[in-house]
């Protein structure tokens, strides 16, 4: 309840404007002419009836009869009624006019007195509306701020469910990755199917820790050479800047010690952010291993479960649905991996020819940083241009920065068009577009997972409008949803096709 609250809180506009088109849509003041489609047209005083129109309950009907009859009292022909000849004149016959109202007698109908013809209650549901377009793009207009505020709603859920929502993605992710080694180890060497996907796990562990445990070494290897070539390089750069603009960085370094010294308590408190942080990050880790195992374990029965939350109508188009999502995350796994090798060997084997010592630890966190599209191979090689500036001087600097545009241009022009842009069928400008928001929304993590989850929803979406990207699939992959279900026929679960990256056998 307090998170309904806190949301309506910080977006009141939603539910005010809702209501206000709720309210111009529904009933305006009927002295305009304007009802709903549910309420007689109420003409103006002393206007004729439409023709045609319905009378209004307990209103008596006029006829021609009773005109005839008033006739003598009210000394008007009603045959003429209107019309500009006197009493005994021969009626006058109607003329039409190019507004499509008629003249009887020289002056016009009541159609035209209201402002030109007029839809005919059989024609527009017995009542005169707002004119159709207006009633549309309201229609449309509070169905659009709804849908709207439902998403925002749904966005807002996952920032505060972050701690869970972002190792369970992680989680996703890694299966999808460990998916074929765990069928490699389970159908080509027989090993059980628990047992497979613990060892596929427990691979992945120790391939991570040995990279890292090796570029920690490297690091701490070529620390003490690095300290000493920085500290040269940042006398080098201070006489340059004394000598040629005159500015003392000496007298710099001893203001910012002050301001640090000022700002020790906020130091100290931002430390222990850092320590909360680290103790989360811990905590997601664990989730995430722990959702990886059951992920590659029993896939088709978490699927199930999930599926079979849904009205039975909508069960297959979801199903169907979510195969095809999981073979375009498998793809952009596949071809992201590929792209950030690409990038790290290339920009680490420029900084081999500056700093062997740091080449692998350069390169790991090339490889890392790559995994958000277009946008981490920059910055990772901004650093690494950065750490060959302090340790070799502008010249290899500049060097150094061409190697690193070289591979970005490699990346752009030739791995994300052809591999990419066949893996997740995402323009570049649309995957820039959504690392972008990603990053506003929820920061690193959704500069992660903004091109993944853009390509899921892109590939679901389009199967459920009617353009399969995967026809190849088929629909004969059926799931076991009976204890949901129980007056449904059994369903066969026929074996997978090996063409299916989705499957979860």
Not at 180 to 209: D, E, K
Not at 251 to 263: I, K
Request: charge should be neutral.
């Amino acid at each position: 309840m307090e998170l309904w609250l806190g949301f309506l809180c910080r977006n009141w506009r939603v539910p005010v404007i809702w209501a206000w088109w709720q309210v111009v849509n529904v009933r305006v003041s009927p002295t305009l002419g304007i009802v709903t489609e549910n309420e007689p047209a109420v003409a103006p005083a002393g206007a004729e009836p439409l023709a045609g129109a319905m009378p209004s309950p307990g209103t008596a009907t006029r006829t021609a009869t009773d005109d005839v009859k008033d006739a003598p009292a009210s000394g008007i022909d009603p045959t003429t009624e209107g019309s500009s000849a006197t009493a005994g004149s021969p009626p006058t016959p109607p003329t039409g006019h190019p507004d499509g109202s008629v003249t009887a007698g020289g002056a016009r109908s009541s159609e035209a007195a209201y402002g030109g013809a007029r839809t005919s209650p059989a024609a527009d549901g017995g009542a005169t509306t707002v004119p159709r377009t207006i009633r549309e793009a309201a229609a449309w207009s509070w169905r659009i701020l709804l849908v709207g505020a439902a998403l925002a709603a749904i966005v807002w859920l996952l920032a505060s469910l972050r701690v869970i929502v972002v190792p369970v993605a992680v989680a996703l992710l890694l299966a999808v990755m460990l998916t074929p080694v765990r069928r490699f180890l389970q159908h080509t060497l027989r090993v059980p199917r628990g047992l497979a996907s613990g060892l596929s796990l427990l691979g992945l562990i120790l391939a991570a820790a040995a990279l890292v445990t090796f570029a920690g070494q490297q690091v701490a290897t070529g620390f003490a050479d690095l300290s000493e070539e920085a500290i040269a390089g940042f006398e080098e750069l201070t006489r340059f800047l004394d000598g040629r603009f005159g500015l003392d960085l000496i007298d710099y370094q001893s203001q910012l010690v002050t301001e640090l010294e000022a700002q020790r308590d906020a130091i100290i408190a931002g430390a222990l952010g850092a320590a909360v942080t680290a103790g989360n990050l811990l905590i997601g880790a664990l989730i995430a291993l722990f959702c990886t195992f059951f992920f590659l374990h029993d896939p088709r029965g978490i699927w199930s479960w999930v599926v079979g939350l849904l009205p039975v109508a909508a069960r297959e188009r979801v199903h169907q649905a979510g195969r095809r999502g999981i073979v375009t995350l498998s793809a952009y796994t596949r071809t992201q991996i590929l792209v950030a090798g690409v990038d790290a060997v290339g920009i680490g084997l420029g900084s081999a020819f500056f700093v062997p010592s740091l080449a692998v630890p350069i390169g790991v966190l090339v490889f890392v940083g790559s995994f958000i599209p277009m946008v981490g191979a920059i910055v990772t090689g901004a650093i690494a241009t950065v750490v060959v500036l302090v340790a070799q001087g502008w010249v290899a600097a500049i060097i150094m920065l061409g190697i690193v545009i070289l591979v970005q241009q490699i990346e752009s022009h030739v791995l994300q068009p052809f591999l990419m842009g066949q893996a997740v069928s995402l323009h570049p400008v649309a995957v820039i577009l959504a690392v972008a928001a990603g990053s506003f929304v929820a920061g690193i993590a959704g500069a992660l997972f903004a091109v993944p989850l853009l390509a899921l929803v892109n590939t679901v979406v389009l199967y459920l409008t009617g353009h399969d990207k995967f026809p190849e699939l088929g629909n004969d992959d059926k799931l076991p949803i009976r204890w949901l279900a129980p007056d449904a026929p059994p369903l066969r679960i026929p074996l997978r096709r090996a063409t299916d990256p989705a499957a979860g056998s």
